[in-house]
């Protein structure tokens, strides 16, 4: 449950015994950025780039399926998160593994389409979170604060055009999904993760593994 903090004294001892009390809220992490988006608007009018980014947005179905759990947009990237507690209660993309399907198949759709020039390509990172809390600063507005949030953010790097990064705790959790649900099923967007890559990302104290999907 989302919490507002909002304490005017900077002293206040109140605020301590909120903070303490909030509980973390695991769940996915997503950043959906759209490539190329800034070039575009040099190169083009309002008329062209505008209707790019209308039918990219549009087109990344993903965002229908989830319309209350897109937290913010920052320029032409997306943050989406989800918790654990809504994922189980939805009819579809329901785990782990159906979240990377989705998101793989809207890739692969955008990239592929028969007619040119109607969309900008899109870059994926993805985080499954646990040290994740629902809270905000500004009165009104719903998102997420914690330091999986940030490894979240940093993944982006390693990101480009018709990639998906996901951290390998991420892949764990599709890899168990997969293994108790979908191994009848073939050429998936499990079978197309790559080997493990690791990392040192800035402010993270820790080397942080993730995996691949280029589409």
């Known amino acids: 449950m ?8 900077p002293n206040s001892t109140e605020i301590d015994k909120e903070l303490e ?7 996915t992490c997503f950043f959906i950025d759209i490539v190329g988006s800034t070039v575009i608007k040099y190169t083009s009018g ?18 229908n399926d989830f319309p209350d759990n897109v937290v913010k947009g920052i320029g032409d990237e997306i943050m989406l998160y ?3 507690e809504q994922l189980e209660k939805k009819t579809t993309h329901k785990d782990y593994f159906s979240l990377l399907q989705e998101i793989y198949a809207t890739l692969d759709n955008i990239k592929n389409y028969p007619l040119e020039d109607m969309f900008l390509q899109c870059k994926v990172a993805i985080h499954y979170c646990t040290e994740v809390y629902n ?4 009165e009104g507005a719903n998102d997420y604060y914690g330091r999986d949030i940030d490894l979240a ?16 705790v991420f892949y764990q959790k599709v890899k168990e999904d997969y293994e108790s649900k979908y ?13 493990k890559y690791i990392e040192d990302f800035k402010g993270v104290p820790l080397p942080t593994e993730f ?3 280029n589409v």
């Not at 209707?51 to 990344?60: A, D, E, P, Y």
């Not at 953010?153 to 390998?168: Q, Y």
């Open 135 to 138: 809270i905000t600063f500004l």
């Open 183 to 195: 191994s009848n099923l073939q050429s998936t967007a499990y079978h197309k993760i790559s080997e």
């Open 153 to 168: 953010a940093r993944l982006t790097s390693k990101a480009r055009a018709n990639r998906i990064v996901m951290s390998d």
């Open 82 to 84: 989800i918790p654990d």
């Open 21 to 27: 009390s909030i509980p973390k809220c695991p769940g």
């Open 46 to 63: 309002l008329k062209e780039w505008g209707r790019k980014l209308n039918n990219t947005f549009n087109f990344i179905s993903f965002l």
């Open 211 to 213: 995996r691949i999907i």
């Open 2 to 9: 989302l919490k507002h903090i909002h304490y005017k004294n």
